[in-house]
């Protein structure tokens, strides 16, 4: 049973930080798309420079950030997924002996 959970883990770890590392180096295509459907979506189709230089950078900062909460949050979930394991393997085998 505790291996189950271990392998679970292991496997959110790993799809955590998968996902993080896709988004803040995929920051730059991301922001800049979603920039562009910005630009499409006001009323006459143009927009002042600096705002929508200023609305691309919002959006790529703000899968950088995203993408580097999920990566902390995977990499803290593998260390303690690997600390319990050997906790618990050890509690384990001291139990079977």
Known sequence: MLNEHIKGLSIISSLLAIAGLVLMFSSISFGTSLGNSWLLNQEDGVADTSQYNMIVET?????????????????LTAILTYFTSVLFVKKENKNII
């Open 59 to 75: 959006y790529k900062n703000n899968f950088v950030i995203i993408g580097s909460i999920l990566f902390g949050a995977g990499l």
